[in-house]
């Protein structure tokens, strides 16, 4: 009986602290849990960004020299732009500039102050005179943003400058200031000011100058600076070795960003990456924490089975392949569309799966990512009057029969009797272009038209390319966004179009004409919400649709591969918004910043380590379908004025805060939740010695 009731204790002890457990179980840690393969190994270390970038140092080369073409800084990382357009919210982000306004042709920009460079041997203050070195340099050397008018940037006090713009093409205002105010600053004005001074009266455009700024081009490339930062980070110099640098927190950068990752991560390590299969490698390992590299469907499937998160990023554009207008009878248009026929555009973006995929069938030269914002302010009737060329063997048959094109026996002949054949060059190191042109060869063969695809070298195709030396080639499709005004100059390749002659087109069975460096022009010079803009963007698609300066536009689609040890992605993966999750984690926008890592997510304090919720706001989770709306500059008046360069000999004032702190915060778990861990396992410690006792 005595036995019986130590039993019932027992186990009435027993389930009361098995009962206590499962109530203290709702206040044990979660956050700390990563669902990973097992094969995947933690070669993370607390507190660092690593991942592998850039390609190894040039032997010799001059690195830290802004203007080099050897150098190895990363933007944002190292030097921060003025500002940054994130295309896909219609959103401006003010980094060095705190904001801006037009008065008449000049753009008034007020800086961020107080801030600094950080150097190795101390802060510098960051002031408009570096500013005005890095543009000055950039203008007249190099000629920056000549197509928008810009011509000239004075300073108006330490923390002001004034961008100066002539003609008209600068006026569709948005889309200025997301190209000028886009690079980095990176020329600081203590380590190359005496050029831009140089620099500053010169007419650049004069003939008889030109051996003397080929000279002075030369030198500001090739000084060998010290290494300088206004970004995330700094490099250390010292620990550059034949695999990796290690970079160091900008103190000064966390100051003036304090919401920023920097406080999780207050050192970076890049490895230097020869190419994809070592960047592979890198992965697979266990080395990187993030990285952008194409990779084969094969690859996919490893990294995915190793325990690697991939996230499929949109990059907003595509690629196609370009048709010689110059040469015949790629000068037809009723060919052009017949061969966009020929081509299976599901079976050409498997042919390096999964970074293609289809793009539209009535494709105008927007891409597919950024379609939605065009139609929300051009109506459903005009894409409904667009051709779709989609694959119909049996069209492309007629087309190239109304061209005078004939088949016979399963080839097909030039009307002059000659078979038709096509050559399609391609860049050897680019994997992804090879494969497109190779199977674009073989679905133009299965039609009967003879197609060999010639491999060559990187640097020899693309001066083909633009030389016009080419019959068919792949390159990028427009990267076009609402505000672009389809870019200057970049609608596409040149030569061998020459875009400043009238070209004819149909639409809905009806002939235009149009000049579309013309019509490219004026959309620069107006507001991208005014009518004439609407309407002028509708022309250039309705031409671009017929006239197929490329066709079979595949839209890239980017591997982004997340080592759950680096950071929590998952939070900002779970957030199922996919227009955050890609400005937060592969701010792709081709011409203005592309493969620099996730900046935005960084810039904003959203990637934190696997065990830190990022603070994402709520609005972020509440997605909602909604018309896109532009925003529009606001204008101000603003005094005109103009002041001289200062002496080469200047010292930028010497007034300096003090440094801030560089403690990392920590971020360990609360002592409720240590608390809770303690109690229970104390209790079930207490509950095994009871258990044991009683059964004595």
């Not at 203590?190 to 051996?211: D, I, M, R």
Request: include cysteine.
């Amino acid at each position: 009986m005595r036995l019986n009731r130590l039993r019932s204790l027992n186990y009435r002890i027993l389930v009361g602290i098995f009962l206590l457990v499962v109530m203290l179980l709702p206040f044990l840690p979660t956050t700390n849990l990563i669902t990973t393969s097992n094969t995947l190994p933690n070669k993370i270390p607390k507190g660092v960004w690593q991942w592998a970038p850039e390609g190894p140092p040039t032997p010799g080369g001059v690195y830290w020299n802004y203007w080099s073409s050897t150098n190895l800084w990363l933007f944002m990382w190292q030097y921060l732009p003025l500002a940054i357009y994130v295309h896909n919210e219609n959103q401006f982000i003010p980094l060095l500039a705190t904001n801006w306004t037009w008065n008449g042709s000049e753009m008034i920009v007020t800086l961020r102050h107080p801030y600094y460079w950080d150097t190795p041997t101390g802060p510098k203050p960051f002031t408009a005179w570096d500013v005005w070195t890095t543009y000055i340099i950039g203008i007249r050397l190099f000629g920056w943003f000549s197509t928008y008018g810009l011509y000239n940037v004075s300073v108006i006090n330490n923390y002001t400058v004034a961008f100066l713009f002539k003609g008209s093409t600068y006026k569709n205002f948005i889309r200025t200031e997301s190209v000028v105010l886009a690079p980095a600053v990176g020329a600081p004005y203590f380590q190359f000011g005496n050029y831009a001074a140089t620099l500053y009266p010169l007419n650049t455009s004069n003939p008889a100058l030109s051996s003397y700024l080929s000279n002075l081009t030369s030198a500001i490339e090739k000084l060998n600076v010290t290494p300088t930062s206004n970004g995330f980070y700094l490099p250390n110099v010292s620990s550059m070795n034949d695999e990796y640098m290690v970079w160091n927190a900008n103190p000064y950068f966390e100051q003036a960003f304090p919401n920023s990752s920097l406080k999780y991560y207050p050192e970076m390590i890049t490895y230097w990456s020869s190419g994809n299969t070592q960047s592979e490698n890198f992965l697979v390992s266990g080395i990187c924490g993030y990285g952008t590299t194409a990779i084969p469907l094969s690859i996919y499937d490893t990294l995915k089975g190793e325990g690697m998160t991939l996230y499929m990023a949109d990059t907003y554009g595509g690629v196609g392949f370009y048709l010689n207008p110059k040469i015949y009878p790629f000068n037809i248009s009723l060919v052009r569309q017949a061969l966009y026929h020929v081509v299976n555009l599901t079976e050409l973006a498997a042919a390096y799966a999964p970074d293609y995929e289809p793009g539209p069938v009535n494709f105008a030269g927007i891409p597919l990512g950024f379609q939605n914002q065009f139609e929300s302010v051009i109506p459903s009737s005009f894409w409904e009057g667009l051709n779709n060329y989609t694959y119909n063997l049996t069209l492309a048959t007629q087309l190239l029969e109304k061209a005078g094109l004939t088949e016979k026996n399963g080839e097909w002949y030039l009307p002059n009797g000659s078979q038709f054949q096509i050559s399609i060059l391609a860049p050897n190191s680019l994997t992804d272009w090879v494969a497109l042109s190779q199977e674009l060869a073989n679905q133009f063969d299965a039609f009967g038209i003879k197609s060999q695809v010639y491999e060559i070298t990187t640097s020899t195709y693309y001066s083909d390319f633009f030389s016009g030396a080419f019959e068919v080639g792949p390159f990028f499709t427009p990267f076009t966004s609402i505000v672009d005004a389809w870019r200057i100059g970049s609608i596409i390749p040149q030569p061998p179009f020459n875009l400043s002659l009238n070209t004819w087109y149909m639409y809905e069975g009806h002939n235009y004409t149009i000049n579309v460096t013309q019509v490219m022009l004026q959309m620069h010079s107006i507001s991208s919400s005014s009518p004439l803009y609407i309407n002028d963007t509708e022309k250039l698609m309705a031409w671009y649709n017929y006239w197929l300066p490329a066709i079979a536009d595949v839209e890239k689609v980017e591997p982004v591969e997340l080592n759950p040890f680096q950071a929590n992605y998952q939070a900002i993966l779970n957030t199922n918004n996919s227009t955050f999750i890609s400005t937060t984690l592969f701010p792709f926008i081709a011409y203005d910043f592309e493969y620099m890592g996730p900046v935005i997510g960084f810039l904003d304090g959203y990637i934190t380590p696997p065990n830190v919720t990022p603070p994402i706001p709520s609005y972020v989770y509440n997605v909602t379908t909604t018309t896109t709306t532009v925003p529009q500059t606001t204008t101000s008046t603003v005094p005109s004025t103009t002041s001289s360069v200062p002496p080469v000999s200047s010292t930028v004032p010497p007034t300096l805060a003090t440094p801030p702190s560089t403690t990392v915060p920590s971020t360990h778990p609360s002592y409720t939740i240590t608390i809770a861990i303690v109690v229970v396992v104390v209790i079930a410690i207490a509950a095994l010695a009871i258990f044991f006792i009683r059964k004595r």
